[in-house]
C-alpha cells in the first residue's frame, strides 16, 4: 500500500533560521511528489512537483529536492509569512483505482517567529 | 479567471440531516476530485468524477454519501443523516488533465468546514 509520513509534525524557527522538512515515501512505482502549503482555514496550494530522483525546484526561499525514499523541502531564511502546513503527496504510475494512487502525509507544522 | 469555488465555507448540520456541498471547478477543468480533510490527519482522496460521470470512488463511504458533477452547474458532494464523526473539512479540486495525461498538481478550492452538532 502506497504510504506517505512527514517529519517532523511540528517545527518552530526563529526568523532567518534555516531548516528541513522530510517527506518519506512508499509507492509502487512513482509518477510525481507533490509539495503543498496550506494556510489555516484555506485549501492547499501548488508550490512544486518533481517527477525523478535527483530533480531539484526552487522558489524564492523554498528548495525541494527528491530522492528514491524521499523528498526534502528546505527552507532558507524563512520568515513569518513562511509560516503554514506543508503538505507531500504522491502519484503512483496508473493502475488500479486512481484514488490508490494520489496520497497525501499528515503534513508539518511550520512556524516562524520574528 | 476564479479558482475553484467552493460554498458554503461553513455548514453546520444536526445528526440526521443532509448536507451539501457544492464546487464550481476552474474554468476549462472538468477533472473533479474531493478530498476529506480530519483534524490533525492528511488529506484523504473520496471520489473523482468527470462531467456526468463518476470515474473513481473507491475513497467514499459506501452508504450515506453520494457525489455528482453534472452537465450544467457545479458538482455536488452529499451526506445524508449526518453524524458526528462526518464533521471535517471537505475540499474539492480541479485539474483540466487526467491523471494519464500527467502528473500535475491540480488546484484547490478553501474548503467546506462541515460541523454536526
Known amino acids: 500500500e502506497d504510504q506517505v509520513t512527514q517529519s517532523p509534525e511540528a517545527l518552530r524557527l526563529q526568523e532567518g533560521e534555516s531548516s528541513s522538512l522530510n517527506c518519506s515515501y512508499t509507492?509502487?512505482?512513482?509518477?510525481?511528489l507533490f509539495w503543498y502549503r496550506q494556510d489555516p482555514g484555506k485549501g492547499p496550494e501548488f508550490l512544486f512537483t518533481?517527477?525523478?530522483a535527483g530533480e531539484e525546484k526552487e522558489k524564492e526561499r523554498l528548495k525541494a529536492t527528491l530522492t528514491k525514499k524521499e523528498s526534502f523541502l528546505h527552507i532558507t531564511a524563512p520568515k513569518p509569512e513562511d509560516s503554514a502546513t506543508y503538505l507531500c503527496?504522491?502519484?503512483?504510475?496508473?493502475?488500479?483505482?486512481?484514488?490508490?494512487?494520489?496520497?497525501f502525509g499528515p503534513g508539518t507544522r511550520l512556524s516562524v517567529l520574528p | 479567471n476564479a479558482g475553484v469555488m467552493q460554498n458554503p465555507r461553513h455548514l453546520v448540520r444536526r445528526r440526521g440531516q443532509e448536507a451539501r456541498l457544492r464546487c464550481s471547478p476552474m474554468?476549462?477543468?472538468?477533472?473533479v476530485y474531493w478530498y476529506r480533510q480530519l483534524p490533525e490527519e492528511g488529506l484523504k482522496f473520496m471520489v473523482y468524477?468527470?462531467?456526468?460521470?463518476?470515474?473513481?470512488e473507491s475513497g467514499m463511504p459506501k452508504e450515506r454519501f453520494s457525489a455528482e458533477f453534472p452537465k450544467e452547474g457545479p458538482s455536488i458532494l452529499r451526506i445524508q443523516q449526518v453524524v458526528r464523526g462526518d464533521s471535517a473539512a471537505y475540499f474539492c479540486?480541479?485539474?483540466?488533465?487526467?491523471?494519464?495525461?500527467?502528473?500535475?498538481?491540480?488546484?484547490f478550492g478553501s474548503g467546506t468546514r462541515l460541523t454536526v452538532v
Open positions: 479540486a480541479s485539474s483540466p488533465f487526467t491523471p494519464r495525461q500527467g502528473a500535475l498538481g491540480y488546484t
Open positions: 509507492v509502487s512505482g512513482l509518477r510525481g
Open positions: 518533481l517527477y525523478s
Open positions: 503527496a504522491v502519484q503512483a504510475k496508473v493502475g488500479g483505482n486512481y484514488g490508490q494512487n494520489f496520497v
Open positions: 474554468k476549462g477543468h472538468s477533472h
Open positions: 468524477l468527470q462531467k456526468e460521470n463518476i470515474i473513481d
